[in-house]
């Protein structure tokens, strides 16, 4: 059973950083594109950053750009994000996805990936 486990999330001030962590068990990373996304209520889930199977392309939303960091680690099974510079805006709850057959046109779509984790809250006290 593939499952995934998001943590690190939690309260921080405007311009804060904050690293949230998915781990992966149940099938290796390796060979999978990795993405995430958030959602806050009553809007439809949004995508942040991904990477592509081999790890050579790597997308991000237009609302981190320059400021989120996607990244993993293989041989842990883990996936990363880094947020700097939080702002009031990026408060959500943040899913981690995997999947081994999305195709770099795809990385953006939430349809693409097979399997989910709970999600981490992140919130930005104003």
């Known amino acids: 059973q593939v499952q995934l486990a998001e943590s690190g999330g939690g309260l921080v001030q405007p311009g804060d950083s904050l690293r949230v962590s998915c781990v992966v068990s149940g099938r290796t990373l390796s060979g999978s594109a990795v993405a995430w996304f958030r959602q806050t209520p009553g809007k439809e889930r949004e995508f942040v950053a991904a990477?592509?199977?081999?790890?050579?392309?790597?997308y991000y939303g237009d609302p981190v750009k320059g400021r989120f960091t996607i990244s993993r680690d293989n041989g842990k099974n883990t996936v990363y994000l880094q947020m700097n510079s939080l702002k009031p805006e990026d408060p959500a709850i943040y899913y981690c996805?995997?999947?081994?057959?999305?195709?770099?046109?795809?990385?953006?779509?939430?349809?693409?990936?097979?399997?989910w984790g709970q999600g981490t809250q992140v919130t930005v006290s104003t």
């Open positions: 996805a995997t999947g081994s057959r999305v195709i770099t046109s795809s990385l953006r779509s939430h349809a693409a990936y097979d399997y």
């Open positions: 990477m592509s199977r081999t790890g050579g392309y790597t």
